[in-house]
């Protein structure tokens, strides 16, 4: 086996969002940064989005539409976009964007002279590792987003006993206060308003750690370790959501639950269930471009190099690590992946990371059929059972039709009206576009139940 060939690995920490590497089970996810003395790991949770349960469909738009389609009538195409420009746009919003939980620190005061330094993500174990030296101990962090558990977990160990001293702190723009329960480091926060949507998603991220050798202390600034042996670190993260139309739910009640049944367990075995999980997907394709000399070499400079010819195996490595994102972005009873699957670190991301259902949506679960992993498209097919509920007063009140529509966007809402202007947002084919997955999924698997499930009786 070459080297590397299931790795992705870097010789330094990332300097911004893009280089970080992601981990996820479709629930929750991480962006590991990898910093020495100052490490960030992004927090998403794939349920935090602006606003709260809402429509977004033109009640009025029937009399606009009447006159554009006369206009086409006639041939005058220049008139008839100028009219639906002014007329035909979003009614109310133009959806709602994905937004961060917030990040998770770990602080190591004195480790920015690190040595030996590496970075890596291996998409064949779904684990995220940072090592390094500094005054003759190598420090170790692994990094993983339970499957089995959903909870995020970090352990922290060196080859020294009592080498572990720094403090663990999250903090979060969202956040609307920071709390300390027992041993838990306890984050509130909300989601934002947005385009005459109230904020109504509510979420707690609950940081517990548990050390071996040393001691622990904690206060609303975080949780300071000093001179332990190791440390392990779990995460645990909740929301108010249940579904597009039920915002209910206990948020802490999740995330507490959650926490206490990961932190009965040790790292070890909780790594090995969440393996066992992820490969029973990511072990069912193997592909074999041969070896190569550059496999060797870290991740940025194979690419920086890859137009010479001579590194077959990165795309390889290229093709796996798309089928890892799908495997972390998506999974029965998740959210779909969206427009960055499931990891974004900004309260409105590009194109507010949405589900942009004229081409992007779809892109992300092309590989599910054609690469053995039928069972992540459920999120995908249970938003567009969804979507065929709130879709039908869209084709009703701006269409007068039967059946149901989308136009080209939608978010954890579900919302079908036309989002940001005609010129773009008036195209009423996502419905049919979406639906070619269902046709797809049968094709692939056979499973007549799922065909008679969803065709209408």
Sequence with gaps: MVQGRNVLWYNKPAANWNEALPIGNGFIGGMVFGGAARERVQLNESTIWAGGPNSNIDTEASTALAEVRALLDQKKYIEAQTL????????????????????????FPGHEMATNYRRDLNIETALSTVT???????????YFTSFTHNVLMVRISADRPGMISGKISTKSPLSTGIAVNGNDLVLSGRGSDHENQKGQIRFNVITRVKNIGGTQTIDTA???????????????????????????????????????????????????KHQQFYQQYYNRVTLDLGNSPMAVKPTDTRIENFADGKDTQ?????FQFGRYLLICSSQPGSQP??????????????????????????????????????????PLFNMISDLSITGKDAAKQMYGARGWMIHHNTDI???????????????????????????????????????????PS
């Excluded at 990165?314 to 290229?318: G, I, M, P, R, W």
Aim: hydrophobic fraction near 40%; avoid cysteine.
């Design 337 to 378: 992946a969206n427009l960055q699957g499931l990891w974004n670190g900004e309260l409105k991301g590009p194109w507010d990371s949405k589900y942009t259902v004229n081409i992007n949506t779809e892109m992300n679960y092309w590989p599910s059929e054609v690469t053995q992993l039928s069972e992540l498209g459920t």
């Design 413 to 455: 809402w579900r919302t079908t009206g036309i989002v940001d202007g005609a010129f773009w947002g008036l195209w009423p084919m996502g419905s049919s576009w979406l639906t070619q997955h269902l046709w797809e999924h049968y094709l692939y698997t056979g499973d007549k139940a799922f065909l008679k499930n969803i065709i």
């Design 84 to 107: 639906a420009n002014k007329k035909l746009g979003p009614k109310g919003n133009s959806g709602m964007p994905y937004q961060l939980a917030g990040d998770l620190y770990l602080d």
């Design 222 to 272: 975080g949780i300071t370790l000093s001179k332990a042996d190791t440390a392990v670190v779990y995460v645990g993260m909740g929301t108010n959501f249940i579904s597009y139309n039920d915002i209910s739910g206990n948020p802490m009640e999740k995330a507490k639950s959650l926490l206490d049944i990961a932190v009965k367990q040790k790292f070890t075995a909780l790594l090995a």
């Design 132 to 142: 390094y030296d500094l005054n003759g101990v190598h420090f170790k962090r692994e």
């Design 314 to 318: 990165l795309a390889e490595l290229y």
